[in-house]
């Protein structure tokens, strides 16, 4: 049995998604099944796995990043204008719609995992953005200085991706691996 907070968590992401009206390159909740005092979130399938997925292959290609990045974009752009910051985005939070990386091929991705999202202090719906939520590897100077968060976390975040994307790997890589960041 999950403790309260966690449970509390996972119904303010679940009324955030389903409160978001229907964008192509946000992962859509069709459905919240509870089983056995068990939520279930029944979601689009993405057959082609993550953005970490098609990274671990290695640089995608200019055609493939620059598409995956519109599309983030689009998606932020659209998150940012409902006063929403996602506050996690990471290439683990990104998924492809099908398994597409050759460069000619089209690519739909789809961004995911609601559970650290806020309204931004400047949103007329209240419950401003506080920081210290996200992944530490993608994090934004101001996140991990405490504080409310505005949209720039998410385009560091986003940075953070498109690097990635371009270059086959995290930019922070080798302090990764250290363990020097995480």
Partial sequence: KPPPPFRDAVKRELLLQRALP???HIVPCHEVV???K??????????GGTL????TRGAPGDAIAKRAAGQILDALGFLHARGIIHRDIKLENVL?????????????????DFGSAR?????????AATAHVGTLPYMAPEQLRGGTCDPAVDVWSFGIVL???CV???????????GQIC
């Fill in 38 to 47: 068990i939520s279930y979130v029944v979601m689009e399938r993405a057959r």
């Fill in 22 to 24: 229907f964008h192509k």
């Fill in 34 to 36: 509870l089983a056995n």
């Fill in 119 to 127: 309204f931004s202090a400047s949103s007329q719906a209240g419950g």
């Fill in 96 to 112: 492809v719609r099908d398994d597409a990386t050759a460069e000619d091929a089209p690519l739909h991705v789809l961004l995911c």
């Fill in 163 to 165: 690097c990635a994307l």
């Fill in 52 to 55: 970490l997925d098609v990274v």
């Fill in 168 to 178: 086959g790997s995290h930019p922070l890589g080798s302090l990764l691996s250290d």
